[in-house]
Structures are given as C-alpha cells and as structure tokens.
C-alpha cells in the first residue's frame, strides 16, 4: 500500500510539473518499461515464491539457495539481453531516419530502469516465500519509490523548471540505489543457508516460463492501454488516460496484497490436498479486499472529478475514463485472487491459454479503439475485458483447483 502511495504521488508531481505532452511521453515510457520488464522477469517472480515456500516446508533449506542462485543468474541475464536489445532498436531507429521520442541520454537512462525496475520486480519476492512480506515490500518498490518522491520535493527548492530529463535521471539512480540494496540482502540470506544442492537453469525455466506466458498476457491487459494510447491517440491523450489507470490501481492493491500474503498457505495446502483450505483462506482474503476496494471505488465513482484536481485543472476531463475503468475493477477484486490461486496450484499451461487469447482479443479491440475513439474508446474495452477476465479466471479456478475464491457475505 505504501508503494502504491508513492507512487501516485509521484504521479501527481510528474503531472503537475511537466507539460503534459511530456507527462504522457513519462506515462507511455513507464508502461512500456513496465510491459517489457515483464518479459526479462521470465515467470520468476510468482515461480520463485512457490519454490522457496515448497523447499522451506519440506525442510529442504538447500534446494532453496539453489532455486535463489538459479533465480539471480536467469534474472540478470534476461535483463542484460533486453537492455542491449532495447538501446540497438533505438540506435536502428535512429539510423533509419524516424524521429525518436527520446534523445540519446534519455534513451541511455530509461535502459538503466528497464534493467533496474525488472530486478525490483522479481528478486525481491524471493523474501515473500520465506514470509518476510515486509522485507520484499520494502524493496519491491518502497524504497525506490519513496527516494523519486523525495528527489522530486528536494528538486523543486533548487530550480521551479523541470524537464523529463531530469526526471528518468532521478528514477533511474533510485532504481540502482535500490539494487545495490537488494543485492546486499540476498547475498547474506545465501550466506546462511547450505549449499548442497544445484539447480539447473533449464529445468527452472521449464517451469517458470508457462507462468511467463500468462504474467505477459495479463500485462498486456494491464499495461498496453496506455502505451496504444500515447502511440495512436497522442501524449495528451495518454497523460489523460494515464493519470486515470493509475488511480484505479488502488482499488485492485487491496486484492494484490492479500494475494501475496496467502501464497505461502496456498502452496502447503495444495500439496496437502486440503482444498476446504484453501477456499476457506481465499474467500477471506477476497473479501478482506473487497472492503477497502469497494470504498475506493465510490470515491472514483461519485468524486473522481475532485479527485482528479489534485493532479491539475487539465486533468479534470479524465473523470469519465476514471469512472469507466472504475466499474471493471470492481468486477475483478469480488471475483478474488482467482488468478493467483491458479498458478501456485501448477494450472501455468491452462491460465496461459485462457488469458492470452483474451489479451490477444483485447489488444486488438484497444488498438482500434485508440486509433478511432480515443482515450474513452480504450477505458470501455479495458472496462470489458477485465470483468470477462474476472469472470472466466472464476469458472476456471472452480474446474481447476475445485474452489471458489470469491468473497463472502460474512466472515467465520
């Protein structure tokens, strides 16, 4: 919750600060990023939770140093070949005679947080299998986000000018304060645990990369919307829409949260085959989540326009799209960690399919719809395929796993 505090604040100094041709360039950018982060993460970053949680119940603490190590190296070479295939697209872009948005420094930054934002994305959660929730938090996205928010402030008492620029700098130098940090704590975790065993690379990826296939469908949900956007409709379109996806963000964290704090159990009961167990963990969550979701969701609803002000007077017309994106995450968190429950339950193969046939199907959609409508003709296709992902997500969790997962009226 934290993370997603500060980032939104980030959000609002970026919007108020930079133009919002610009804004919409940084909105664009950090999906993008984002989007192909996803692909550097090779599957690791749910694959990797359920590894270390499975190796600690069964009291085998050397099989997880191995499935760290192999996690480490599979990270950082992914990430590695992403940077340099990213900065020779630039540089072929650029020989080829295309404008490109970004200037060659700004290109060189924004590779730095590629390779930066991945490894905070995915390494961190090697804590969350041990149940340090708090730790993998921290340095998943915390402490990068609260030193941007703090460089921001501290940017204004030297100079009321602001440029893009500056900001990849401030973002990128967090992002490598932040892996120093990580890096730090892994190696003592290493330290501490026996290294009797080895884990080959190929047989780790054989079984994260169906997870994979289903983490960048489900980005490609998540994060497209904005990139097709400021591609096909323009910046300003995309800093409108932009600022609205990101406030809906709060309505799913809530979901997110209790997601990662169950994964653990979910794992010990699936190989205990105790599924009343799992249902029973997961409609609580569901709706633990569903509480504070729904809350934030009204306020959107009936207040967004208010709400809205805080980034600006000129985004104050993104109140529809916020009202629109708004009702298809209220579908979503009352389905419950559906999702979730369907890859630490080994069902990799089957979400991938389900999911990249709709992100497939909805790629398509937006990209007409940024091109014909605009910002509003993408929030309605967003609006529709998350409640069909919700829905479909349901039906497959009951035929797969045996459970239901989606909230409940009263608690026990």
């Not at 980034?311 to 104050?316: A, C, D, L, S």
């Amino acid at each position: 919750m934290v993370t997603i505090l500060f980032l939104l604040l980030g959000n609002v100094w970026v919007a108020r600060h930079l133009s919002r041709e610009e804004a919409g360039l940084f909105l664009t950018l950090y999906n993008g990023i984002s989007l192909i982060g996803l692909l550097g993460q090779l599957g690791l970053r749910t694959s990797v939770v359920r590894w270390i949680a499975d190796s600690f119940a069964r009291d085998l603490p050397g099989k997880a140093r191995a499935a760290i190590v192999t996690t480490i190296r599979l990270t950082h070479y992914s990430l590695l070949l992403l940077v340099l295939l990213s900065l020779l697209t630039y540089v072929a872009i650029r020989a080829l005679g295309f404008n490109a948005p970004l200037t060659t420094s700004q290109a060189l930054l924004a590779a730095a947080w590629l390779g930066t934002q991945g490894v905070q994305f995915t390494l961190p959660e090697v804590f969350r299998g041990e149940h340090r929730h708090a730790l993998a938090g921290f340095l998943g996205g915390t402490l990068a986000n609260s030193l941007i928010l703090l460089a921001f402030i501290a940017t204004d008492w030297f100079s009321p000018n602001h440029s893009l620029g500056q900001v990849l700098v401030i973002v990128a130098c967090a992002g490598l304060f932040n892996y120093v940090c990580v890096m730090s704590r892994l190696s003592r975790m290493l330290a501490r645990l026996p290294a009797n065993e080895s884990w080959p690379m190929q047989d780790a990826l054989r079984e994260s990369l169906p997870v994979l296939g289903t983490q960048v469908s489900t980005g490609a949900l998540l994060l497209i919307d904005t990139v097709l956007v400021g591609l096909l409709s323009g910046p300003v379109q995309a800093a409108l829409y932009g600022t609205a996806s990101r406030l809906t963000v709060l309505i799913n964290l809530p979901l997110q949260m209790v997601a990662s704090a169950i994964s653990p159990q979910v794992v010990r009961d699936y190989a205990n085959k105790d599924l009343d167990a799992i249902e029973d963990v997961s409609r609580l969550a569901a709706t633990a989540a569903a509480i504070p979701g729904l809350v934030i969701a009204l306020l959107f609803l009936f207040f967004g326009d208010s709400i809205l002000r805080l980034f600006g007077e000129q985004y104050v017309e993104a109140h529809r799209i916020l009202q629109i994106l708004t009702i298809g995450q209220v579908v979503y968190i009352l389905s419950g960690p559906t999702g979730t429950l369907l890859m630490l339950c080994g069902y990799q193969s089957s979400t991938l399919r389900l999911v990249s046939r709709i992100a497939l199907l909805s790629c398509v959609a937006q990209a007409f719809a940024a091109y014909c409508f605009g910002a509003m003709g993408v929030a309605t296709v967003v609006m529709l395929t998350v409640a069909v992902l919700a829905i479909t997500q349901s039906v497959a969790t009951k035929m797969f796993v045996g459970v239901f997962c989606h909230l409940r009226v009263s608690f026990r």
